[in-house]
């Protein structure tokens, strides 16, 4: 079978990930590289590709010139443009790192690219591929109890990270850039939100001049299914570490999660409940990947598609909405 042939644009530290992983398939040839600083794309064809591919620093020219089957879209927050939608005129697969957009304007235009191109999308919310997410997805249909349940999910860091990063014009805030991937749990596990109300201030940070985005946020979801939300998160925690946990309660079920690869199962439903513990080492991006590539093959979506990453966007820059406003933000069902 003749290999795909894959490209990236954007050449940044997040990108290796994704490189590495299509490097080593048999099935994916590395054919393009493109970032605004040529040095690291050049560094990546020496890396991932031996110096065979094509670095560039126009991806449109990229389009032009190779005929790709798909693309990794690595970029942060603020630069997103075109890209997606020069992919679906040219037919390429693709995709894209979270959040796929700061403006529900440039999302609702890639997702309807998406579904007038027909190209596989698939966005990096690598998380619902984790065995212990699945688990509680999978039991929750099986079970047949509905999305009506209670989770509270927390998120902390202590990091400056990039400057564009702690500039809320390109980043978004850290709900928007960092916590939607439990924002996008949220939805996957309760359904669709309906309402939201959050708080969030800048507690630790205020002598950093360029530092602009909350360190500190507590934020309330309602779902269509009846269930809510809790989130908290912080940027002023333990440095040089990046927790998140996650506790879901549902009829019959209390889940608590270390992770999305790891979690023990509570079923309330007995007098002495007993437990499942699911623990596993998966590596949920290279899952996305090959979720994507069987999707291309098989001629089907794939389980996170640019509608999701839509929704999840949506929800997030509700909840920075409402803080601003300090009041709750009602959410529209339909995209």
Known sequence: MKPLRAGIIGCGHFA???????????????VGFCDQVPES????????????????????RMFEELELDLVYI?????????EVELACHHGVHFLIEKPIALTMGLAYDMARCVRESGVKSQVGFMYRYGEA????????????????????????????????????????????EQVIHLVDLARFFLGEPVRVYSMQDNLFHRD?????????SGTV?????????????????????????????????????????????????????????????????LAETLDLLEAIREDRS??????????????ALAAARSAEEDAPVDIPLSI
């Open 16 to 30: 290796h990930r994704h490189a590495g992983h299509l490097a080593a398939l048999e099935d994916v040839q590395l």
């Open 41 to 60: 794309a050049i560094a990546f064809n020496q890396q991932y590709a031996d110096s065979r591919g094509r670095v560039y620093e126009d991806y449109g």
């Open 74 to 82: 690595c970029l942060p927050p603020f630069a997103h443009r075109d």
């Open 133 to 176: 997410a699945r688990w509680l997805d999978q039991y929750m249909r099986q079970a047949g109890i509905g999305r009506k349940g209670f989770m509270v999910a927390r998120y902390f860091c202590n990091s400056l990270h990039r400057p564009w990063w702690r500039d809320r014009s390109k980043s978004g805030g850290q709900l928007v």
């Open 208 to 216: 950093v001049k360029d530092y602009t985005v909350e360190d500190a």
């Open 221 to 285: 979801i309602r779902f269509d299914s009846g269930g809510m939300a809790v989130f908290a998160a912080s940027n002023g925690a333990i440095p040089n570490r990046w927790d998140y946990d996650m506790r879901v309660i549902l009829p019959g079920l209390t889940a608590d999660f270390e992770d999305a690869n790891h979690a023990v199962f509570h079923h309330t439903d007995q007098e002495w409940p007993a437990t499942t513990s699911v623990a596993s080492k998966k590596d949920m991006h």
């Open 302 to 315: 794939t389980a996170v598609p640019i509608e999701e990453g839509v929704r999840s966007l949506r929800l």
